[in-house]
């Protein structure tokens, strides 16, 4: 077996599957989520879920930024940032976005606690256990990897069922407005998936790096699984 | 003497001129800094200034970047991603800014490689010693200190010599374009400082707290008088 230091680098048609591969492990696999997006969840497992992926999607301004502080690119660091005007929200010259973390704010309780650090009450405290974790997991220098990947993207938009777009026909009960934040993401995931996808192409450019890359998504990756997890523990699955 | 661990806190007013104290050694009382302002300066060291403001000013949107991915406040993040947008520039709707590292481009070659982490070619190599000096120092953590403190544009902002905004009346050889970096900073840094100044002021409520808020000023105020003296060494000052 070659080891991965004299190996040929792959090329990129290669890389790209080997990147897509891992879409095997996607949390879109999961017990819980499968649950989730075939209709088969209680209101309570919604909001717990909706509870927890809150408190991921806070972190996800954090995460963008140390990738940024991470970046000696400007072209690249252009089109990343947008990453965090989604979320964070702005406001500039005459275009304005209330961001996704705003939207997610629609789901909590609403009142002043829900638009600082913590997230909407969540159905009970157990629905923080996957935020706490995933902040400790935060570990931005690995994530970073370079100033590069999420590619992990990629796997996610070409899924008709990552995001969940099947929640209105099988939840009535969930207020249209709750749903703008991820038909929004379609369409900006598309575009993440691109310039993230061109990036980790561009940049990882022999084997170590491609298995380093491979390394790093893998480690996203595992923390979306432990989420689901740790809900499937606390809110159970429905067979 | 009391020790700062028991003292009282200052209130905002003693707070903010203590802060403003530190002025005295902001770099705009350094002799190669003096002699810049007030017309005295060859167009040698003009250029050996700009070729390491550049250095300074490529870091910049990586130190902001630093300071997003250490504030959990949100507001906070939505005001200071705008000094990351100012020096990378951005295209947002219809809204478009080339940013002030483009700006800065403006004084190098022009060529590709102006675009990109490196500099305009530098007057000579030694032109890029503050440069490497300040990516060995830029140390995000040590920067972005909790998340909040960049009041040593208090300072700036109230010094008409900070800008050089009589580089036109000195220097006539200067194209006009070539100042317009500083021209759109005067209204910026107005803004930074009114966010950098409320930040601090809400966020170092303890006399610890405020000593070290006292400490990272002053880290930063020896950065920018480090750089002016290895301009000084390199490029003289004349009498």
């Not at 004299?6 to 095997?24: P, Q, S």
């Not at 075939?38 to 930024?65: C, H, L, M, S």
Request: aromatic share 8%; charged share 25%; glycine share 10%.
């Amino acid at each position: 077996m070659t080891s991965a230091k004299t190996a040929a680098a792959w090329d990129r048609v290669e890389f790209e599957t080997k990147l897509r591969e891992r879409g095997r492990s996607y949390h879109i696999h999961h017990p819980f989520n499968v649950m989730l997006n075939t209709g088969k969840a209680t209101p309570e497992q919604i909001r717990g879920w909706v509870a927890n992926r809150f408190y991921y999607q806070i972190a996800i301004p954090i995460k963008d930024a140390a990738v940024l502080s991470n970046c000696n690119d400007r072209e690249v660091r252009r089109g990343w940032i947008q990453r965090i005007l989604d979320h964070d929200g702005f406001e500039i010259g005459g275009v304005k976005d209330p961001g996704g973390i705003e939207a997610g704010c629609a789901w909590g309780s609403g009142g002043p606690h829900a638009r600082g650090d913590r997230g909407p009450a969540p159905p009970d405290p157990g629905g923080e256990v996957c935020g706490r974790r995933l902040r400790q997991l935060r570990a931005p220098r690995a994530l970073a990897g370079g100033g590069v990947l999420v590619a992990d993207r990629a796997l996610r938009a070409r899924d008709p069922q990552a995001a969940p777009r099947h929640w209105p026909e099988h939840y009535g009960w969930i207020e249209p407005d709750g749903l703008n934040y991820f038909r929004n993401r379609v369409s900006r995931a598309r575009r993440d998936v691109e310039q993230g996808l061109a990036v980790t192409l561009d940049h990882f450019t022999t084997r170590p790096m491609q298995e380093r890359a491979l390394e790093i998504l893998q480690f996203k990756l595992d923390i979306l699984w432990a989420m689901n997890d740790a809900m499937a523990l606390k809110y159970g699955v429905n067979p």
